[in-house]
């Protein structure tokens, strides 16, 4: 059965502080991406990564950062925690190419006090 | 660029009616592939159906079913009978040929009472 974890399902954080955001897939899929859920505003693209140490911003990249030193493994990072970034965080990971579904993992609230 | 417009915000139906979400997508390219999600109240996306822009055959698939128009770009889901367990937010999505990101609607939101 695919799958696509991330490490919290709530999150509690101050503003200032420095966020990690982890996402691990197991279906050897070579791209990831992070999005987050706003009411109203639906799914918006943060950053995604089509390989290994390889990224491309999405539509809203401001104040977030990305590593991806493994295949498997995607993690969104907030150098500074910020109100305006609790939100609903999605990661997603897919075969290469246009028409590949995406899986998508549980979600983590993140809230930023 | 690429759009994805789904009009309707919420929709409240009573248990059994048939409902119909809809989906308008704009894009220049002549191929591109066409999705729709489900997000129930846990969270997570689910995966319900990807099409692409060279078969515009109507897909059912038992209480759905899906009707793709190019002539009106839209990509219509109806659920048949529906049931308190559809209740969830939807999305559709759009991707063209190359691209592996999703441009996604803004959901429609469907409770379903009993």
């Known amino acids: 059965d695919v799958k696509v974890t991330q490490s919290s399902r709530y999150l509690v954080k101050r503003t200032g502080e420095k966020v990690f955001l982890e996402c691990v897939q197991d279906?050897?899929?070579?791209?990831m991406f992070w999005y987050r859920q706003d009411p109203g505003l639906g799914l918006r693209l943060i950053y995604f990564?089509?390989?290994?140490?390889?990224?491309e911003k999405g539509d809203i990249p401001e104040g977030y950062s990305v590593s991806r030193e493994k295949k498997e493994r995607f993690s969104l990072i907030l150098e500074s925690a910020s109100t305006n970034q609790t939100s609903m965080y999605l990661c997603?990971?897919?075969?290469?190419?246009?028409?590949?579904?995406?899986?998508f993992g549980p979600g983590t609230r993140l809230t930023v006090t | 660029a690429q759009k994805v417009t789904q009009a309707q915000t919420e929709i409240s139906v009573v248990e059994k009616e048939d409902v119909t979400l809809d989906c308008v997508y704009e894009?220049?390219?002549?191929?591109?592939?066409l999705f729709w999600y489900k997000q129930p109240p846990s969270g997570e996306l689910v995966f319900l159906i990807r099409?692409?822009?060279?078969?515009?055959q109507n897909e059912i698939s038992g209480r759905y079913s899906w009707n793709f128009q190019k002539s009106t770009s839209s990509f219509n889901f109806t659920i048949t009978a529906s049931q308190v367990v559809d209740s969830a937010v939807y999305f559709c999505?759009?991707?063209?040929?190359?691209?592996?990101?999703?441009?996604f609607g803004k959901g429609t939101m469907l409770l379903v009472s009993p």
């Open positions: 099409r692409n822009s060279f078969d515009e």
């Open positions: 990564s089509y390989d290994v140490k390889m990224k």
């Open positions: 997603a990971s897919s075969l290469v190419g246009g028409g590949s579904e995406q899986y």
């Open positions: 999505a759009l991707s063209e040929e190359g691209y592996s990101t999703l441009t």
């Open positions: 894009t220049r390219d002549t191929t591109y592939y």
């Open positions: 279906m050897d899929h070579e791209n």
